[in-house]
């Protein structure tokens, strides 16, 4: 009976030592599934607050002042294209009056 009590003792003592590490391991995996949902955390917070600043840029005062500055560009090129085409107009139209009256 010693020997089966002896026995028992030796594998109640080793599933205590399983237990044991269990736990440990355990609360390492616990540890690290904290830290990582913090880290999870941190990257959403960070790309709310890329979102944000990528809606903030797209906003009315920014896209506004974009189309301003676009539709200041077409005016100035249109204005630039209708001065050129003028002046070579005029100068068709001078060189054929000048044929007409000396010529």
């Known amino acids: 009976?010693?020997?089966q009590s002896s026995?028992?003792?030796q594998m109640?003592?080793?599933m205590s030592a399983k237990k044991s590490e269990l736990e440990d391991r355990?609360?390492?995996?616990l540890s690290r599934i904290a830290m990582e949902t913090q880290e999870i955390k941190e990257l959403e917070q960070q790309?709310?607050?890329g979102a944000e600043t990528t809606d903030q840029s797209q906003s009315?005062?920014?896209?506004?002042a974009l189309g301003l500055a676009e539709s200041?560009?077409?005016r100035s090129y249109k204005l630039e294209f209708l001065l050129s085409s003028s002046s070579s107009s005029s100068s068709s139209l001078?060189?054929?009056?000048?044929?007409?009256?000396?010529?």
């Not at 355990?26 to 995996?29: P, R």
């Not at 009315?60 to 506004?64: E, V």
């Not at 001078?94 to 010529?103: C, M, N, Q, T, V």
């Open 47 to 49: 790309l709310t607050d």
């Open 60 to 64: 009315p005062s920014h896209t506004g």
């Open 26 to 29: 355990l609360d390492d995996m």
């Open 12 to 14: 109640l003592d080793s």
């Open 94 to 103: 001078s060189s054929s009056s000048y044929r007409s009256d000396f010529g």
């Open 1 to 3: 009976m010693t020997a």
């Open 7 to 9: 026995s028992c003792r």
């Open 72 to 74: 200041e560009f077409r």
